[in-house]
């Protein structure tokens, strides 16, 4: 079945620690989305890209970084995660039609909820 | 830069009623897509309903239906018979073109049994 996975769902982790969180889809997706939010706030756009090596950056700046080398993954990296980091992280994917209107609508992994200590 | 504003940070409505959830947004474009996502508590966020904005028919899916006013620039929801499953934050998304979307701050809904 079509879908898009994160893992793990829960982080705990210590200051300094690197960490990485996964994101696949099996949709065949062009592009692909990070977002940060807050429990109840609003998402925040992070990092998004429209297909393998391709990235950039969101509205949102982030000390985190991602990469895109395969179509169905989407990895976010934290060199050194920090209290400041702690929330819940979205991936999503939406086909990529170019620069026409399109219904790109978007789809979303369960998330990605991290805390660090 | 194009902005989605919704007003209500919470909403309840008692069970079988029903309730109608606010967005406005800005932009100087003709055509673009509009959506309203819905974030159950702690579970993953679906596509409830989307309109083009070329469309003067608004959208509906089952219990769900959109106001939309092209030149107020408002998109509300309008959910019927509410259901204890409705309860999320809901929120409202604009996109143009093949643009990232663009959301509002959400609006917690509560269903009272």
């Known amino acids: 079945e079509a879908d898009i996975y994160q893992t793990p769902r829960y982080l705990v982790i210590g200051t300094g620690k690197k960490i990485t969180l996964e994101c696949s889809q099996t949709?065949?997706?062009?592009?692909m989305y990070w977002y940060q939010q807050d429990p109840g706030m609003e998402l925040h756009l992070i990092h998004y890209s429209y297909g393998v090596n391709s990235t950039e950056k969101g509205d949102l700046s982030s000390e985190s970084t991602v990469s895109r080398i395969r179509t169905e993954h989407f990895p976010l990296t934290l060199e050194s995660a920090r209290p400041s980091h702690t929330s819940q992280y979205l991936c999503?994917?939406?086909?990529?039609?170019?620069?026409?209107?399109?219904?790109?609508?978007?789809?979303f992994g369960p998330g990605t909820r991290l805390t660090v200590l | 830069a194009q902005t989605v504003t919704q007003s209500q940070p919470e909403m309840s409505v008692q069970e079988a009623e029903t309730v109608t959830l606010s967005c406005t947004y800005d932009t100087s474009e003709s055509d673009y897509y509009l959506f309203w996502y819905k974030q159950p508590p702690s579970r993953q966020m679906i596509l409830v309903i989307r309109?083009?904005?070329?469309?003067?028919q608004n959208a509906t899916e089952n219990r769900f239906s959109v106001n939309f006013q092209k030149a107020a620039k408002s998109f509300s929801l309008k959910i019927s018979d509410s259901q204890l499953g409705d309860a999320a934050m809901y929120f409202c998304?604009?996109?143009?073109?093949?643009?990232?979307?663009?959301f509002g701050q959400g609006t917690r809904l509560t269903i009272n049994p």
């Open positions: 309109q083009e904005a070329y469309k003067q």
């Open positions: 949709m065949g997706h062009d592009k």
């Open positions: 999503a994917s939406s086909e990529y039609k170019g620069t026409a209107l399109s219904n790109n609508e978007q789809f």
């Open positions: 998304a604009y996109q143009q073109g093949a643009q990232k979307l663009v």
